[in-house]
Structure formats: C-alpha cells, structure tokens
C-alpha cells in the first residue's frame, strides 16, 4: 500500500511539474505584432466595386455585347477571393443584363484588381435614349446590384456573402 501511495505522490508531481504555466528559453514570446496582424472579423470590409468602361464588342440590330471593366477595391489588410458573383446592370435606370461571374481574381490586401466580363444587351426593350448614349459613345450612368461570395483565405473566419449596390457614370468606348 505505501509504495502504491509514493507511485500516485510521484505520478501526480511529474504531471504538476510538466503543465506548469511557466514558458521555456526555446519558446519565444508571441509579439504584440503578431497578435496584430491577425484581423478581428469586425475589422474585414466589404470590396467596393466600380465599373470604370463598357465597351461595344460586338453591335447588331437587337443585341449588343459589351465588355464591362470592373475594378474591384479591397481596403482590407488580407487578401480575398471572390468565387462568385451574381448581379443586375442598369443603364440610365433600365435593366441590361443580369449574370453571375465565376472567373474573378484575388484581390490583393489593400489594392484593387480589374475583372473582365461580357454581357449582352437586347435592345428592343430598352429606352431609345440609352442606345443613342451607347452608340454615340457618351457617359452612361449606371447601376450595379447584387451579391457576391467572399473568402478571406483565414481559418477562423468563415467566408461570407456581400450584397452590394453601386452606382455611377461610366464612359462608353469601341
């Protein structure tokens, strides 16, 4: 019985001894930069978007194709991917198009990337106004909504969807 008590008196002390709080030489502290670096999910932002050109592909008699120029913002101290993106385009206040973008670059911390991608217009439903704009090449103004999904590529924080809706003047081009 009493080597039975000194085997639990040493067991015990060896578990005391190996989960004390106290840090080794070979651990370094974590520095507060570290900590830092790491965003709080309440300091990820959301991208802005901005449509800086449209340009005409491709002009028929109904349907139009158009490049749309998109530049996308990340004010954020990460970079993120956006795997997806569903939107409505209007142009002077009509509907163009609607659409969902999959092929979307990352978007480095604190920059902006440019996205690419075509839409086609029908005109035959449109205001007369707004082809005149096009064809003459003037400023369109115009309004993008819609939601896109975002990755923050950071383990504990789980990618989100964004809705957004923007709006402004965008020159035509050829």
């Known amino acids: 019985m009493r080597k039975?008590?000194?085997f639990l008196a040493v067991f015990f002390l060896l578990i005391a001894c190996k989960s004390s709080p106290h840090q080794s030489e070979e651990e370094p502290l974590e520095s507060s930069e570290s900590v830092a670096?790491?965003?709080?999910?309440?300091?990820?932002k959301e991208p802005v978007f901005i449509i800086t050109s449209i340009t005409i592909l491709?002009?028929?008699l109904i349907n139009t194709r158009l490049k749309l120029s998109l530049k996308i913002d990340n004010p954020n101290?990460?970079?993120i991917t956006l795997s997806s993106l569903r939107?409505?385009?209007?142009?002077?206040?009509?509907?163009?198009?609607?659409?969902?973008?999959?092929?979307?670059?990352?978007i480095p911390a604190q920059s902006s990337s440019?996205?690419?991608?075509?839409?086609?217009?029908?005109f035959t439903n449109m205001r007369r106004r707004l082809l005149d704009d096009i064809i003459a090449l003037r400023e369109v103004h115009y309004r993008i909504t819609g939601s896109v999904d975002v990755e923050t590529g950071i383990p504990r924080?789980?990618?989100?969807?964004?809705?957004?809706?923007?709006?402004?003047?965008?020159?035509?081009?050829?």
């Open 4 to 6: 039975y008590l000194v």
């Open 37 to 44: 670096a790491a965003p709080d999910i309440e300091q990820i």
């Open 58 to 60: 491709q002009a028929d």
């Open 77 to 79: 101290v990460v970079p």
């Open 87 to 106: 939107y409505e385009l209007y142009g002077n206040g009509r509907l163009w198009t609607s659409g969902i973008e999959n092929n979307l670059p990352v």
């Open 114 to 122: 440019e996205a690419n991608f075509e839409v086609e217009m029908n």
């Open 157 to 174: 924080f789980s990618d989100f969807r964004m809705n957004f809706d923007y709006s402004g003047d965008s020159e035509v081009i050829k």
